[in-house]
């Protein structure tokens, strides 16, 4: 360690500066990127295994940085919700394929839409009961 004289005579200790680690930085950003479009086909992926790439790349042959830590740990999450909501999507096409039941739109029950539709003479009755309402 360098030490450089202070105002008073005594050695003090230079402070070093860390030099900031892009690799790391980058891993960061790729683990949110990928958490983020966990739900899109391959943003999640792509992100993930760069964030993955990236956090691995900036430990060199020293210890990993915090921030590429939590890069690493949010690509890896990304990575396994990809897989997690790409095999549950394999798994309904494949068990709506082998089901002979019809969709599940068919099996609902039509409604006429004027049955849905208030009675609007009940309505403006209601409304002018209301205090105020007398102008209606």
Do not use: H
């Not at 683990?31 to 966990?38: F, H, K, M, R, Y």
């Not at 020293?62 to 897989?83: D, H, N, R």
């Amino acid at each position: 360690m360098d030490y450089m004289e202070n105002d008073y005579g005594k050695p003090q200790q230079k402070q070093q500066e860390q030099s900031p680690n892009g690799m790391a930085t980058a891993s960061l950003v790729m683990g949110i990127l990928a958490l983020v479009t966990c739900c899109c086909w391959y943003g999640g992926l792509i992100f993930g295994g760069l964030g993955i790439l990236f956090a691995l790349l900036s430990r060199g042959s020293g210890k990993m940085e915090g921030s590429a830590t939590a890069g690493l740990i949010l690509s890896i999450t990304a990575v396994a919700l990809v897989i997690l909501v790409w095999s549950f999507l394999l798994l309904a096409a494949v068990s709506s394929e082998l089901s002979d039941s019809p969709g599940t739109f068919e099996n609902l029950p039509n409604m006429p839409v004027e049955e849905m539709l208030p009675d609007w003479d009940n309505v403006v009755s209601v409304l002018r009961r209301i205090p105020g309402g007398n102008g209606l």
